[in-house]
Nanobody, 124 residues
Framework: QVQLVESGGGLVQPGGSLRLSCVAS????????MGWYRQAPGKQRELVAD???????NYADSVKGRFTISRDNAKNTVYLQMSSLNPEDTAVYYC??????????????????WGQGTLVTVSS
């Protein structure tokens, strides 16, 4: 099984920057894709950005040009650098990882893990 732990959330002023981190640990065989999602009060969870093992990225239109996703494959870590933050970015941000992990019998199983979330609040 794989566990994901996010960090880096907090309170920032509009126009400010914040860097989120997510570390995956456990019996990992491979993590093919990692992504960041967010959920604001009263809204559904939405994809913010994701990145595959080759470095290909996708971004929500609302964050293009402001957010940058990156990963360190050796450390099983994904980052989200957020700049020019505005109040609409306020949400709980969740990390997701997809790939494969080893079960108790050494067999490869599909992986789809989520972190507990980290709160980002953009306010003056």
């Amino acid at each position: 099984q794989v566990q994901l732990v996010e960090s880096g959330g907090g309170l920032v002023q509009p126009g400010g920057s914040l860097r989120l981190s997510c570390v995956a640990s456990g019996r990992i065989f491979a993590i093919n894709r990692m992504g960041w999602y967010r959920q604001a009060p009263g809204k559904q969870r939405e994809l913010v950005a994701d990145i595959n093992s080759s470095g290909s990225t996708n971004y929500a239109d609302s964050v293009k040009g402001r957010f940058t996703i990156s990963r360190d494959n050796a450390k099983n870590t994904v980052y989200l650098q957020m700049s020019s933050l505005n109040p609409e970015d306020t949400a709980v941000y969740y990390c997701n990882a997809e790939g494969f992990f080893y079960n108790d019998y050494g067999r490869r199983n599909p992986l789809d893990a989520w972190g507990q979330g980290t709160l980002v609040t953009v306010s003056s």
